[in-house]
Every structure is written in structure tokens, then in C-alpha cells.
């Protein structure tokens, strides 16, 4: 085991406690491939599933996973076409058996930080699904709750910024100037401290996924 994959595991196993304390089922994978594995273990068959805008779910290949499988109803917005079917593939998650998601940012005594531009992951990570599947690599992770959220805000948005080619001042040198442009991506912000009902489940993961 490498000196990376050690502290990987120990940072791993404080987490999980602490997101156990939060009322959150957790677990380590080391690998995307282990975490798609579990992801599979941890839905029954026959349940609808969907996501939000999430790099690390479509990078490490989970929707092919859940299509491949065959026993889910998988909703997927990014095989619709127009605004008004994606805005209905939105309302529909609300009705989803489960909801899969990333996080921006998680602190080491686990919190969970997302921001949104439309605000339907938020409210979905809120309110609405089942069940909600959280997969963060461990490069989301940040000391505390403040520096999470500076994580999300100066390294998330920007990067964000860029992929969808908005007009913001991150876009143009990288950095966060709590800006109030009208094409912000950053216009909800979400702290997960507690899961009421045991809603939420975490999956961590010892590799570098999304932004």
C-alpha cells in the first residue's frame, strides 16, 4: 500500500464515523469501479433512478453501470432534448426512488456542500427522493466546514464556470469575486449537517473525481 493509499483509508475511517454520527450510512471505496459495485449493491432492482449535473457520476461511467444492469428505471436528463423536457426530467426526480449525486465539497467531519445555479440538485439532495446516494472522491475533501466552502466556491464555481462557457468573472481569471452576475452558477448554497430518516449515504472514494 502506497503512503497515499494509507492515509486515504485512515482519512476514510474518521469520515465514515463521523457521517455515521450525522445520521448518514457511509462507506470507502478505493476505486470508481468498487464504488459503481457498491452503488449497484445498494439499490434494488426495480427502483427509478436519476442525477443531477454531476461530473464524477458521468466520468466514472455509473449511468452506463445502472443502464447495463437492466433491472432500473433509469431517468436520464441528458437523453432528453429541449429546455422543457429537461425541466420536466427535473420534477420528475423529485418522485425518484433514488437520487444520485457528487458533492463540491465535504468537510473531514462531514458536512456536505453543494452549490447550485438552478437549484433542482439542492432541492432534490433536500426534499423529494427516497433515497440519495452521495460518490465524493476524497479530493473534495476539506478540513473544516469554512474551508469546504472555499473549496466550493473558489475551485468548484470556477471550473463550472468554464464548462458550461458563462459570462462570470471566475470564467475570465479563475477566482470567485462573490460576484451578482446574472448568469452565476452560485445562486443556492447547501450545507448537509444532519440526514433526517437516514436519507443520505455516502460513498467515498480514494481517487480524484469531478471538480
Not at 34 to 39: D, H, R, T
Not at 138 to 150: C, G, Y
Not at 196 to 203: A, C, D
Request: proline share 4%.
Amino acid at each position: 500500500m502506497t503512503p497515499k493509499e494509507l492515509r486515504n483509508e485512515r482519512l476514510a475511517e474518521r469520515m465514515i464515523k463521523n457521517l455515521k454520527r450525522r445520521n448518514m450510512e457511509a462507506f470507502y471505496c478505493k476505486t470508481s469501479s468498487e464504488a459503481i459495485n457498491k452503488v449497484l449493491e445498494l439499490i434494488p432492482d426495480g427502483s427509478s433512478i436519476t442525477w443531477g449535473g454531476s461530473m464524477t457520476i458521468r466520468d466514472m461511467g455509473l449511468p452506463d453501470a445502472l443502464r447495463q444492469k437492466g433491472t432500473y428505471e433509469v431517468l436520464d436528463r441528458d437523453l432528453v432534448e429541449g429546455n422543457e423536457e429537461k425541466i420536466q426530467m427535473y420534477v420528475r426526480a423529485f418522485t425518484a426512488d433514488v437520487y444520485l449525486s457528487s458533492a463540491n465539497a465535504i468537510s473531514e467531519d462531514g458536512v456536505i456542500i453543494n452549490i447550485d445555479g438552478n437549484g433542482n440538485r439542492v432541492a432534490a439532495i433536500t426534499w423529494g427522493p427516497k433515497k440519495v446516494i452521495f460518490i465524493i472522491g476524497l479530493n473534495k475533501v476539506a478540513q473544516t466546514v469554512e474551508a469546504a466552502l472555499a473549496r466550493a466556491r473558489s475551485t468548484a464555481s470556477p471550473i463550472n464556470a468554464s464548462r458550461f462557457d458563462i459570462k462570470t468573472p471566475c470564467q475570465v481569471d479563475g477566482m470567485c469575486h462573490n460576484c451578482n452576475s446574472p448568469e452565476s452558477i452560485c445562486n443556492y448554497v447547501h450545507f448537509l449537517r444532519n440526514s433526517p430518516r437516514g436519507k443520505h449515504t455516502v460513498i467515498l472514494v480514494g481517487e480524484d473525481w469531478g471538480y
